[in-house]
């Protein structure tokens, strides 16, 4: 798999295996992990299937691009470039003293 590093030092590392993409910090501490298995026989639209539709579908995610507003992800059992728009909130906030 081919990884991409941003201009703030985050590292964004896909993992064909277990089918997800993880973002980490220039410290190594995983900020958000995205993804999961999806592929055609994850069909949740089908009455009866036991296999849900999740929220980001990769299937071998193979290489991560990263831009200003958006991330890129190749997805090799798909046959497909998977294009996610980066969206931000504020989790956690203190006082400066």
Not at 52 to 73: K, M, N, T
Not at 75 to 83: A, P, T
Request: charge should be negative.
């Amino acid at each position: 798999p081919m990884f991409q590093v941003d201009g703030w030092g985050r590292i964004f590392m896909p993992n064909a295996i277990l089918n997800h993409v993880r973002v980490l910090d220039n410290a190594g501490n995983e900020i958000i992990r995205f993804g999961q298995y999806g592929n055609i026989d994850s069909r949740g639209d089908i009455e009866g299937s036991m296999i849900s539709v999740p929220e980001i579908p990769l299937g071998w995610p193979q290489a991560v691009g990263v831009s200003r507003d958006h991330l890129y992800v190749a997805d090799v059992v798909n046959m497909r470039i998977v294009r996610i728009k980066k969206v931000y909130s504020a989790e956690e906030t203190c006082d400066v003293k």
